[in-house]
């Protein structure tokens, strides 16, 4: 149970911080991302929390 929650939240930083350091190319249009940008860092943030014992 617990690896299988680590892999996981594993996973989701991975791609939270691929969406935050993507290549221009890969990025999304500018209106949505600076939504997205404004939590961004509290997910990760929050993420990191859920997963420190």
Not at 6 to 12: K, R
Not at 15 to 39: G, H, N, V, W, Y
Request: hydrophobic content about 45%; cysteine-free; glycine content about 0%.
């Amino acid at each position: 149970m617990r690896e299988t929650q680590n892999a996981a939240l594993t996973a989701e930083i991975a791609r939270l911080k691929r969406l935050q350091f993507a290549a221009r190319t890969k990025r999304m249009d500018p209106d949505p991302r600076q939504l997205f940008e404004q939590t961004l860092a509290a997910d990760i943030a929050a993420v990191e929390r859920s997963w420190r014992p």
